[in-house]
């Protein structure tokens, strides 16, 4: 039996990535973990806790104390409902819709370029990628988070679709949006996430690109088993 693998999917905001990585997850029978889901998680709790000011400043030091204190809230990922959705919760609450919010959105690139969350993000990431068998989403999992990871995907499509999506997305969620309004805040993340000092978004050397401006989900799967047959084929692992 070949042993199970790490497979990193990194890219721009609004490229499917969840969904595609989702759907790699299940056809695999692998672990699937969306990692801006913690970013995400973790921009509500600093605007709860007011570590985060109305023109994006944030109080670092504040932030440090509230990650690593002891008391501080669980960050989880529980399956609910009769489809097994993943959903993320603080302590318990289910805060899924929250920080899908346009709010949220707005400000989670300001949090996720701050080294202590982007140290403390990474350690979970790496506990739960240690026995293998995980795909994981992201910006940085091939070049930071699992430089060795053994399959690599970096995600774009053109910037009109991504916005289609990520409005179709929200719409159906009932926020009151505007194309443009999503489309500002796709290219403003896009900026803040390529030109960050620490793990910025960037294609890794042994990445394979992915395309999917012309794709259905269905075409990245058929794309995907010919990447993994070819590999097995090769004698490069999974189980
Ligand atoms: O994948 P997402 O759109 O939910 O991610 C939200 C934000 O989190 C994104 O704008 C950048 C940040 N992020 C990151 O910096 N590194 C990751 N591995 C995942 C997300």
Redesign the pocket.
Known sequence: MISPIIIAI?GY??TG??TFAKEVARELGYIYI???????AITLLAERFSLISPDNKIDEKGLRTLLYSESRPQITFRTIGPNNLCHTFIAEEDVENEIRSLKI?DR??YI??IPVV?EF?DQILRKLGKSKGVVM?????GTA?FPDAELKIFMTASDEVRAKRRLNEMLSKGEDITYDEVLKNLKA?DY??TH?EH?P?TMAEDAILLDNSEMTVADQLVWIKNILDKRDNEGIGRS
């Open positions: 990194d905001s609004s990535k969840s969306d990692t801006g889901a913690l970013y995400r959105s989670v690139s996720a370029a982007r993000v989403d992201g910006r940085d999992i988070v993340r803040i996430d960050r793990h978004l």
